[in-house]
């Protein structure tokens, strides 16, 4: 099993940074791509930036340009950093694992969410 606790969530102003970071524990071996996901009240779980476990990146179009994911393989810790914040970028961001070689085909393992609020 593996578990997934996020951290690094909190209020900021429009504009502003925030970092957040997803660290791993448990049967990490069986990690290969990590992610981060999102859901805002009333919407739907969206996918907002996920890596390969060989450093392949992508994103939604909402936030390229404003976040960047990295991993620390070392660590056993995704990062996900969010630059030019905006108002629609509040909800609460989930951390998830995938066994598989992308997370878009399927996700094992989910954290328990940070909440992002960003004032505007």
């Known amino acids: 099993q593996v578990q997934l606790v996020e951290s690094g969530g909190g209020l900021v102003q429009a504009g502003g940074s925030l970092r957040l970071s997803c660290l791993a524990s448990?049967?990490?071996?069986?990690?290969?791509?990590m992610g981060w996901y999102r859901q805002a009240p009333g919407n739907q779980r969206e996918l907002v930036a996920h890596?390969?476990?060989?450093?392949?990146?992508n994103y939604a179009d909402s936030v390229k340009g404003r976040f960047t994911i990295s991993r620390d393989s070392a660590k056993n810790t995704v990062y996900l950093q969010m630059n030019s914040l905006k108002p629609e970028d509040t909800a609460v961001y989930y951390c998830?694992?995938?066994?598989?070689?992308?997370?878009?085909?399927?996700?094992?393992?989910w954290g328990k969410g940070t909440l992002v609020t960003v004032s505007s």
């Open positions: 998830a694992a995938s066994r598989g070689p992308i997370i878009v085909l399927g996700i094992d393992y």
């Open positions: 448990g049967s990490t071996f069986s990690i290969n791509a």
């Open positions: 890596i390969t476990n060989r450093g392949s990146t």
